[in-house]
């Protein structure tokens, strides 16, 4: 998964002149129209950001903005009345912050120390841990709504950040573990063996080892799961609500809120808010998909 | 005293047997080597000195401790490994020192002992180097710092050599030779190729499927070899077993080779008193123990010789001598002679097998007469 590889292969450098230009041809024009199809919907949405609302309703959704006003975009952060708060979208915002960052940071902590155990510290029944943590995966989040709304209320998390920060923690675990253990079965088990007749433990092995060996997995883990968790919709709408929802949830609340009239421009820079973590996230981290860190250890 | 003793060692995984009830002991400073084929058991055995794999029943004792149930950091060995399994984002330097910082040893100590260490091996102007800018055989001698720099009771390679190129391992195999004999700490060496094991050691262990086959030193494990399967892996090319018969002659017993002219070979009645007239047996030789029958090479040095004809059937020249795809009787034999001696292929000559040096083994059990 973290393994990049660019090969120099090149199909499409043999052949005769003309077939190399018609095929060429071919893939660019494809490439070109898939581009903008995918692209389509975020670039309509950025324009109506623009524009004001009665424009929209004349002229319909998909148009080009006559006048460029950056008014609706501080409207949707700051100002704008979502269920009875008046303080637009950056409260939101920063809840799913609040609770973006230390859902991903716990789940990927979590995910490397049982990876690690899971593929280094091999004990009994291990693969059942190992399934029965996985098992998280297959399992549709739909189905786990219940036991977590019972165990929220229990411990008295219901409609917090904090609830929703467990939620996604325990999760995300699922993932993280599978990712980890398969990335560090694939570091020599000798140099963990070479450790232990140094006289390092369990702790020394994970942070002096393991752990510099890991940027790839944690740009992995990290990326999956800020993106995930950031675009989550289901948990925040259950378990939260009014000024205590995460973004995803604040913006569906849209349609139902004020005077009834929909804000198309407000909303519309307020997706875009919405959605820029995430591809911030995505740009940054995917340049650090480090290869051949393990090159060395062994020959 | 002894320094390694292995008492009624064994290892099973699940049914399976792997290690068959191991005795072995090392006196202090010696280097003992274990070899055999592969999935013979050695590496395990190495892995159990260690502490890296638990013991099933039987002891191991180091220095007069049984460490059966110790951890491996607590046993005072290091170890270097097939893999040189070399810190990866950790430079040659930190590889040296992390054992030391694991035992809390201070900085200017762990300063000195790099220092003298990479002396030692030659390695100071890698210090600073990650392994994976470094050759085959640097890496190689970085595993061996990683190892002396912890000054321990015992050193253990685990098949250090075999990803070297053949030009690299046979000179680090004297710079191993020169080393212990510099640092003079007991050493089990874990190898497939019986010339390491015959140029290192003090004492070789042969194994073969989980079963130690005879343990004494490399001369005469190689003169004496107690069976016919440490004859065959000792030695290279391998020795000959001829199938042969005991008779007597005038001056006591001799062998004759099966489907041969006849020819009574006297064997010295002072190392095989068990032989019965009549009675089957392997007739081992090995080949450079012929020699071309002319140049009288035995009888010179007083030995009883015997010469046969041998039909050579194809020859392979190394440069330093010549080994003769050869049969003799009609049975396979490898011979080795001087490149100016040999016969073309197709041809008959006389070669004398030096008597003294000959081998005899029982037909049903292999072992040594």
Request: proline share 5%; charged share 20%.
């Amino acid at each position: 998964m973290a393994e990049v590889s660019h090969q120099a292969y090149d199909p499409l450098a043999t052949g005769s002149k003309t077939q190399q230009a018609r095929s060429r041809g071919i893939v660019y024009v494809l490439l070109t129209f898939f581009a903008l199809l995918y692209l389509s919907p975020l670039l309509i949405i950025f324009m109506n950001t623009f524009r004001p609302l009665d424009e929209i309703v004349r002229e319909g959704f998909i148009s080009v903005p006559d006048s460029l006003s950056l008014k609706y975009w501080g409207e949707a952060w700051g100002s704008f009345c979502i269920g009875g708060t008046c303080e637009g979208v950056s409260r939101y915002f920063s809840n799913t912050l609040l609770m973006t960052i230390p859902a991903t940071i716990f789940s990927t902590a979590l995910g490397l120390v049982n990876g690690y155990a899971l593929s280094k510290w091999r004990f009994k029944c291990d693969a059942w841990v190992f399934g029965l943590i996985t098992l998280g995966v297959f399992l549709p989040a739909q189905m786990t709504l219940l036991p977590w709304a019972f165990v929220l209320g229990q411990i008295g998390l219901s409609n917090t950040i904090m609830g929703l920060v467990l939620v996604h923690t325990v999760q995300g675990t699922s993932f993280t573990t599978l990712f980890c253990r398969n990335y560090f079965v694939a570091v020599p088990d000798d140099l963990i063996k070479a450790a232990r007749i140094d006289g390092a433990g369990f702790w020394r092995i994970f942070r002096r080892i393991m752990l510099p060996l890991s940027p790839p997995i944690v740009i992995v883990c990290v990326i999956w799961q800020f993106t995930g968790i950031w675009n989550e919709f289901l948990f925040g709408t259950v378990f939260t609500s009014g000024e205590n929802q995460p973004i995803t949830a604040a913006i569906v609340a849209f349609s139902g809120s004020g005077t009834g009239e929909r804000h198309y421009n407000v909303e519309a820079a307020s997706v875009i808010f919405a959605a820029l973590p995430p591809l911030f996230i995505y740009v940054l981290g995917g340049k650090y998909f480090v290869r051949g860190l393990t090159s060395g250890a062994v020959k | 005293m002894s320094s390694l003793l292995i008492r009624n060692l064994r290892k099973s995984y699940g049914a399976v047997e792997v290690l068959k009830n191991i005795n072995l002991e090392a006196e202090s400073g010696e280097f003992v080597a274990l070899v055999g084929p592969s999935g013979c058991g050695k590496s395990t055995l190495l892995s159990i000195i260690a502490g890296l794999e638990s013991v099933t029943s039987g002891e191991v004792l180091i220095e007069d401790r049984v460490v059966n149930d110790e951890a491996p950091k607590d046993r005072d060995i290091a170890m270097v490994f097939q893999s040189y399994a070399l810190y990866p984002t950790m430079t040659v330097r930190q590889n040296m020192t992390f054992g030391m910082e694991c035992r809390n040893i201070d900085k200017a100590t762990q300063d000195k002992t790099v220092q003298r260490v990479a002396a030692l091996l030659q390695i100071e102007p890698l210090l600073g180097r990650k392994p994976a800018q470094l050759s085959g055989g640097q890496r190689q001698r970085v595993a061996m710092g990683r190892a002396l720099v912890r000054d321990p009771k015992l050193f253990l390679f685990d098949e250090p050599l075999s990803n070297l190129d053949a030009k690299l391992r046979v000179e680090m195999r004297s710079e191993i030779k020169k080393l212990h004999q510099s640092v003079g700490r007991t050493t089990v060496y874990v190898t497939h190729d019986q010339i390491e094991a015959m140029t290192l050691a003090t004492r070789i262990a042969v194994m073969h499927q989980g079963v130690l086959q005879q343990y004494d030193t490399p001369k005469a494990i190689y003169e004496t070899p107690a069976n016919m399967f440490v004859a065959g892996f000792m030695g290279s090319p391998n020795m000959n077993f001829l199938s042969a018969k005991i008779a007597s002659t005038a001056d006591g017993l001799g062998v004759v080779v099966n489907g041969g002219d006849g020819t009574v070979l006297p064997v010295p009645a002072d190392r095989y008193q068990s032989l019965e007239n009549g009675q089957d047996v392997v007739f081992g030789v090995r080949p450079e123990h012929f020699s071309p029958a002319h140049e009288q090479r035995a009888e010179r040095k007083g030995r009883t010789t015997v010469s046969v004809p041998v039909t050579v059937d194809m020859d392979e020249p190394t440069g330093s001598e010549t080994i003769l795809m050869s049969r003799i009787a009609g049975q396979d034999a490898i011979l080795v002679c001087e490149p100016d001696e040999a016969p073309t292929p197709g041809e008959t000559m006389d070669f004398a097998i030096d008597m003294s040096k000959i081998s005899l083994f029982d037909t049903k059990s292999e072992l040594r007469l």
